[in-house]
């Protein structure tokens, strides 16, 4: 009988999960993460040196400054002639040359997102699993996911000119 109800309540927590998924499709909502993964041609440990590195600046962004320490800061500047703005974080968990853990908040605006980055060691160079959530709007989330594509064509290219 007990397993019998355990498996009637799974059963209606997949059901709701399922539900909800489809009118979020239904209604054209956009879930509220970014998952990406990206193969970097380049040896795992430069790799994560690099992204945990205030040297490395990836335009639109003017300066970093970042210190890789659970409770350490993320700091992004954009000081151009067309904008100016702020990304501040803080680091939740550093696993050197395998996994960062930090959060992300754009100029102050109340919407603090987390960011999970996993680092994995592959035949072509690194894995890069990124996953990007805790977004209050979809446009947010639309932004952030191109974003993410931008971004790593930009580490990539600086990875080549070191």
């Given at each position: 009988?007990?397993?019998?109800?355990?498996?009637?309540?799974?059963?209606?927590?997949?059901?709701?999960?399922?539900?909800?998924?489809?009118?979020?499709?239904?209604?054209?909502?956009?879930?509220?993460?970014?998952?990406?993964?990206?193969?970097?041609?380049?040896?795992?440990?430069?790799?994560?040196?690099?992204?945990?590195?205030?040297?490395?600046?990836?335009?639109?962004?003017?300066?970093?400054?970042?210190?890789?320490?659970?409770?350490?800061?993320?700091?992004l500047f954009m000081d151009t002639p067309e904008f100016q703005g702020?990304?501040?974080?803080?680091?939740?968990?550093?696993?050197?040359?395998?996994?960062?853990?930090?959060?992300?908040?754009?100029?102050?605006?109340?919407?603090?997102?987390?960011?999970?980055?996993?680092?994995?060691?592959?035949?072509?160079?690194?894995?890069?699993?990124?996953?990007?959530?805790?977004?209050?709007?979809?446009?947010?989330?639309?932004?952030?996911?191109?974003?993410?594509?931008?971004?790593?064509?930009?580490?990539?290219?600086?990875?080549?000119?070191?």
């Amino acid at each position: 009988m007990y397993s019998l109800c355990v498996m009637k309540n799974i059963s209606t927590i997949i059901v709701s999960f399922l539900v909800l998924t489809y009118v979020q499709f239904a209604w054209g909502q956009t879930p509220m993460k970014i998952d990406k993964t990206y193969t970097i041609p380049f040896a795992l440990e430069q790799v994560y040196a690099a992204w945990v590195s205030s040297d490395t600046v990836i335009p639109p962004a003017t300066r970093m400054d970042i210190k890789p320490v659970v409770g350490g800061h993320y700091r992004l500047f954009m000081d151009t002639p067309e904008f100016q703005g702020t990304n501040e974080g803080e680091f939740l968990s550093v696993e050197p040359n395998s996994h960062v853990v930090y959060t992300w908040e754009w100029n102050g605006d109340g919407e603090v997102s987390t960011i999970s980055v996993l680092f994995e060691a592959a035949d072509e160079g690194t894995l890069v699993t990124i996953a990007h959530d805790g977004f209050d709007k979809a446009e947010s989330v639309s932004n952030h996911d191109s974003g993410w594509d931008s971004y790593v064509e930009g580490f990539v290219k600086h990875l080549r000119s070191q």
